[in-house]
Structures are given as C-alpha cells and as structure tokens.
C-alpha cells in the first residue's frame, strides 16, 4: 500500500508563492501517476496538476503558467510550486497516487487509489 502526506499550506497575499510537498510512502515503486486535486469551499474537487512515471505534466488552464510540478525520487517527493496565487486558488489540496498512468490527460483519474489528507492554501486579496 502507498500513503501520501501533503504539507506547505498556509496564509499568503495576492500575488505571492508557496510550494506544497507530497511524500509517499510505503509501495512507493508501484506508483504511475501523481496529481494535486484541490476543492474550495463550496465547490467541487478540481484536478490542477499532474505528472507520471516518465515525467509528463499536465496542468489545468486555471493554473498553468502559475504552477510547476516538480519531485524529489530519491525522497518520494512531489512538488507544487505555486506563484502568482490569486484569491480564487484559496482551496484543500490534496495529493493523490495512482498505480496506471493511462490517465494522465484526466490528472489520473479515474486510476487514483491513494489520497493524502489535504492541506490548506488561503490567498488573501
């Protein structure tokens, strides 16, 4: 079984960056695809970012150009570096992981089985 924890959450002004990390553990090797997911109050979750096992990203429009996925293998690592955050990026994110990366358009879905417990980003304007 893989686990994910996320964190780098926090309180940020209009404008600014933060980067959110996401280690898995456990059956690390039999993960295919990871992605960032993120719901704001009200709303329904929203894939934002993706990469697979080779690599390839994937970005939601709302947020490309904005956010870079980056990962760490060697510390099971995934990265989301977030800049120029508006308010309407105030949301959870949650990191989730997949074991096929057939679904990389769709940021893993409908593969992912391995979801993290969130972690808050509040951009105030």
């Known amino acids: 079984q893989v686990q994910v924890v996320e964190s780098g959450g926090g309180s940020v002004q209009s404008g600014g960056s933060l980067r959110l990390s996401c280690v898995a553990s456990g059956a690390t090797p039999s993960i295919s695809c990871m992605a960032w997911f993120r719901q704001g109050a009200g709303k329904e979750r929203e894939g934002i970012a993706a990469?697979?096992?080779?690599?390839?990203?994937t970005y939601a429009d709302s947020v490309k150009g904005r956010f870079t996925l980056s990962r760490d293998n060697a510390k099971n690592t995934l990265y989301l570096q977030m800049n120029r955050l508006r308010s309407d990026d105030t949301a959870i994110y949650y990191c989730?992981?997949?074991?096929?990366?057939?679904?990389?358009?769709?940021?893993?879905?409908?593969?992912?089985?391995?979801w993290g417990q969130g972690t808050a980003v509040n951009v105030s304007s």
């Open positions: 990469i697979d096992r080779d690599g390839y990203t």
């Open positions: 989730a992981a997949a074991p096929l990366d057939y679904g990389l358009s769709t940021f893993c879905h409908p593969y992912l089985d391995t």
